[in-house]
């Protein structure tokens, strides 16, 4: 059974950092691009970031440039997003997905990813 969990989310204050963690089971990560996405109320779910199965190639949405850091570890199954400098506007839903043909053009569209995580909750805030 294919399944991705994700952990390391919470309440934070602006500035702040929080490390998330993508683990999969049932499978290997090796072959498969993962993508990090965030849904806030009311909004609909946007790509913050993607790394390919190699880990050659990264991307990021511009809001998260320069303060989000994607990296995984195949040999642990987990991919990671590194956020720092957190804003409020950065309270979300927190959902990894992953993919094993991605465009990698398209990384950002949801719909090109077939499994997804539960999800952990973001908090930014004073």
């Known amino acids: 059974q294919v399944q991705l969990v994700e952990s390391g989310g919470g309440l934070v204050q602006p500035g702040g950092s929080l490390r998330l963690s993508c683990v999969a089971s049932?499978?290997?990560?090796?072959?498969?691009?993962i993508g990090w996405f965030r849904q806030a109320p009311g909004k609909e779910r946007e790509g913050v970031s993607c790394?390919?199965?190699?880990?050659?190639?990264?991307y990021y949405a511009d809001s998260v440039k320069g303060r989000f850091a994607i990296s995984r570890d195949n040999a642990k199954n987990t991919v990671y997003l590194q956020m720092n400098s957190l804003k409020p506007e950065d309270t979300a839903v927190y959902y990894c997905?992953?993919?094993?043909?991605?465009?990698?053009?398209?990384?950002?569209?949801?719909?090109?990813?077939?499994?997804w995580g539960q999800g952990t909750q973001v908090t930014v805030s004073s």
């Open positions: 997905a992953a993919e094993r043909s991605l465009l990698l053009r398209l990384w950002f569209y949801p719909n090109m990813y077939e499994d």
């Open positions: 049932g499978f290997t990560l090796d072959d498969f691009t």
């Open positions: 790394i390919s199965s190699s880990g050659g190639n990264t």
